[in-house]
C-alpha cells in the first residue's frame, strides 16, 4: 500500500459515522474468484474497521463489474462465481477457493487447441481490415506481421520462451 495525499471523509453507515483523513493506493487480488487479477484502488485509510481488513464500496464493484447475488446468495465476476460469505463465519470458514481438478482443466485446455480453426492468415487481407488504421499504419502493421509469418502459418507448435500473461 502506498500513502498517497490525505483525503478527510466521513461516511455515515447504519453502525455509526465513519472518519477517514488519509487515502492509499492499494493493491489487492480476489483468489476466491480470479486469482491472476491484481486490483489497484485508492482507498480510503482508517484507524479501525472491527473485525474488517477492508470495506469494499460500490465504486470498487462497479468498476469491474462484480454482482452481488442476493437471490441465490453468489458473487460472480466476469465468469466465475463463488457463494457468499456468512459475516459470523471465522477467518478460516470465510476463505473459500474453489480446487480444479487439473486433469479436466488440462483436458478442456487440449480440446480446445484441437478444435480450433487454425488455417493460415492472410496478413495483407487482415491488415487492410484494419478499418481505424490509415494505408501507412496498415502497411507499417503488415511489414511487422510479415517479420514473423511462422506466427500465421496455421500449424499448431509449442512456445519455448518465458510464460507470458495477457489480461485484455
Not at 126 to 153: G, N, Y
Request: glycine share 6%; charged share 30%; aromatic share 6%.
Amino acid at each position: 500500500m502506498k500513502d498517497t495525499q490525505g483525503s478527510n471523509a466521513v461516511w455515515t453507515a447504519p453502525a455509526g459515522d465513519m472518519k477517514t483523513s488519509q487515502k492509499a493506493k492499494a493493491r489487492f487480488t480476489v483468489p476466491e474468484l480470479h486469482n491472476d487479477r491484481l486490483t489497484e484502488w485508492n482507498m480510503h485509510v482508517t484507524k479501525a474497521l472491527g473485525p474488517c481488513d477492508m470495506i469494499i464500496g460500490r465504486d470498487i464493484l462497479k468498476f469491474p463489474k462484480i454482482d452481488l447475488r442476493f437471490s441465490d446468495e453468489i458473487i460472480k465476476w466476469d465468469g466465475a462465481e463463488m457463494p457468499s460469505k456468512d459475516g459470523d463465519a471465522s477467518t478460516k470458514e470465510a476463505c473459500y477457493v474453489a480446487d480444479n481438478n487439473p486433469v479436466e482443466d488440462a483436458v478442456h485446455r487440449v480440446k480446445r487447441i484441437l478444435d480450433s480453426k487454425c488455417d493460415k492468415a492472410d496478413i495483407e487481407k487482415i491488415c487492410e481490415e484494419q478499418a481505424e488504421s490509415d494505408k501507412q499504419q496498415q502497411a507499417q502493421l503488415a511489414v511487422l506481421l510479415c517479420k514473423c509469418k511462422a506466427l500465421f502459418d496455421g500449424q499448431l507448435g509449442c512456445w519455448h520462451g518465458q510464460e507470458v500473461k495477457l489480461e485484455l
